[in-house]
């Protein structure tokens, strides 16, 4: 089974950047789809950034112009630099990986990197 490994995250003030790593490992010959997703307390997981079926990123609207999303498909990792964080930004980040076209293609969260921001 693919296994997905995160960093990155932590806590910054308003107006700063981070940038979240995620690795799928495991994965044998599998093509791996990575997307990032995140999760606040009592609200459900949503969608943040990731790639259309041509390769070409897509994001939600709250991160447009502040998120980018970048991938090594030779590594399997994905990358999401993070600028001009706000404070309901702050949420537990999830790694998605979709493996598809293998023995093992299936579906894979990362366990999540915890993302505040605040002053």
């Known amino acids: 089974q693919v296994h997905v490994e995160e960093s990155g995250g932590g806590s910054v003030e308003p107006g700063g950047s981070l940038r979240l790593s995620c690795k799928a490992t495991?994965?044998?010959?599998?093509?791996?789809?990575m997307s990032w997703f995140r999760q606040t307390t009592g609200m459900e997981r949503k969608f943040v950034a990731g790639?259309?079926?041509?390769?070409?990123?897509v994001y939600t609207d709250p991160v447009k112009g502040r998120f980018s999303i970048s991938q090594d498909n030779g590594k399997k990792t994905v990358s999401l630099q993070m600028t001009t964080l706000k404070p309901e930004d702050s949420a537990v980040y999830y790694c998605?990986?979709?493996?598809?076209?293998?023995?093992?293609?299936?579906?894979?969260w990362g366990q999540g990197t915890q993302v505040t921001v605040s002053s």
């Open positions: 495991n994965s044998g010959d599998c093509r791996v789809n």
């Open positions: 790639f259309d079926g041509s390769g070409g990123t």
């Open positions: 998605k990986a979709v493996a598809v076209g293998c023995a093992s293609r299936g579906t894979t």
